[in-house]
């Protein structure tokens, strides 16, 4: 399957806040699950937020809730992640893919398309 490209990543300060898009092409995004995940430097990729193919369904790992909103339109085949208050610990390369299971980001699958860094720093 075609990855999901993630964008939006930037260089922030502490408690600011910063949109990351997952868009892709020849795959229509209504049929599917989607998560963002990310991987800090030296540490394995972990699943942050997921949300149902209607987006009735959303869940977040407890170091993201209350700061972080992940959202879909379908009509415009993308998701988004919207991050608040962000925090150093907070830095690290995002991604976007297809999963199985929402809650707990469950089986990503497909090929991790290129991510986008997010650096947190004052």
């Known amino acids: 399957q075609l990855p999901l490209v993630a964008s939006g990543g930037g260089l922030v300060q502490p408690g600011a806040s910063l949109t990351l898009s997952c868009a892709t092409s020849g795959l229509a995004l209504k049929d599917y699950y989607v998560g963002w995940f990310r991987q800090a430097p030296g540490k394995e990729r972990e699943g942050i937020s997921c949300?149902?193919?209607?987006?009735?369904?959303?869940d977040y790992a407890d170091s993201v809730k209350g700061r972080f909103t992940i959202s879909r339109d379908n009509a415009k085949n993308m998701a988004w992640l919207q991050m608040n208050s962000l925090k150093p610990e907070d830095t690290a390369d995002y991604y976007c893919?297809?999963?199985?299971?929402?809650?707990?980001?469950?089986?990503?699958?497909?090929?991790w398309g290129q991510g986008t860094q997010v650096t947190v720093s004052s």
């Open positions: 949300i149902h193919a209607s987006g009735s369904i959303t």
């Open positions: 893919s297809l999963v199985t299971q929402v809650v707990g980001c469950g089986s990503p699958f497909g090929s």
